[in-house]
């Protein structure tokens, strides 16, 4: 039996470790509000394909939007508090 093995050198090299930085776990817990908010309206969205459209499901679906727009604003206002002032 004859093992098939590559020639070449990895066009890029695999980091030795494949964890997220502490940095990066940060900047993930800083999103999440944002990011549950865009699956609860990704949630509402998806409710609406297989059923017709109602008043409630309107009103969900606008409540969603509104905690989208709002968890960004928020997650804005602190990313330009912690963000240094340029002249």
């Given amino acids: 039996m004859k093992f098939i093995a ?3 050198n990895r066009v ?3 980091p030795a470790d494949l964890e997220p930085t502490d940095a990066e776990l940060d900047a993930i817990e800083a999103e999440m509000p944002v990011i549950t ?3 609860e309206l990704l949630d509402a969205l998806i409710a609406l ?3 017709p459209a109602s008043e409630f499901s309107a009103r969900r679906i606008r409540r969603a939007h509104r905690k989208v727009l ?3 604003r928020d997650a ?3 990313a330009a508090a912690v963000a240094p ?3």
């Fill in 85 to 87: 002032e340029v002249a």
């Fill in 37 to 39: 908010a865009e699956v």
């Fill in 76 to 78: 804005a206002n602190k």
């Fill in 49 to 51: 394909l297989d059923r």
């Fill in 12 to 14: 890029t090299a695999l």
């Fill in 70 to 72: 709002a968890a960004r």
């Fill in 6 to 8: 590559a020639r070449q």
